[in-house]
């Protein structure tokens, strides 16, 4: 069992930045990858990034790509979501999701609120 606690949200101005942050605490050495998905008022859970440890492979939403950037620290199993740039559509919970394998994630956050203001 893994336990994942996100920290780092707020309200931000457009064009500003935020850094989040997700510590894995449990049985961190079943973890393969781990990563960012968000959840924004009236709309379905979506992906944003994800970031695999061995390798240090990242992948990205579309939405996201060139303005956030996903990196992990392996010693003190957290990952980080830099993000910059923002724009009120990037207002949502962000969660933090972690996987023993490539396909599934089975271990969620409680999230952290990202508002992004105008």
């Known amino acids: 069992q893994v336990q994942l606690v996100e920290s780092g949200g707020g309200l931000v101005q457009a064009g500003g930045s935020l850094r989040l942050s997700c510590a894995a605490s449990g049985r961190t050495l079943s973890i393969y990858k781990m990563g960012w998905f968000r959840q924004g008022p009236g709309k379905e859970r979506e992906f944003v990034a994800s970031f695999a440890f061995s390798g240090s492979r990242t992948n990205y939403a579309d939405s996201v790509k060139g303005r956030f950037s996903i990196s992990g620290d392996n010693a003190i199993d957290t990952i980080y979501l830099q993000m910059n740039n923002l724009k009120p559509e990037d207002t949502a919970v962000y969660y933090c999701?972690?996987?023993?394998?490539?396909?599934?994630?089975?271990?969620w956050g409680q999230g952290t609120q990202v508002t992004v203001s105008s």
């Open positions: 999701a972690s996987s023993p394998v490539s396909t599934t994630w089975n271990s």
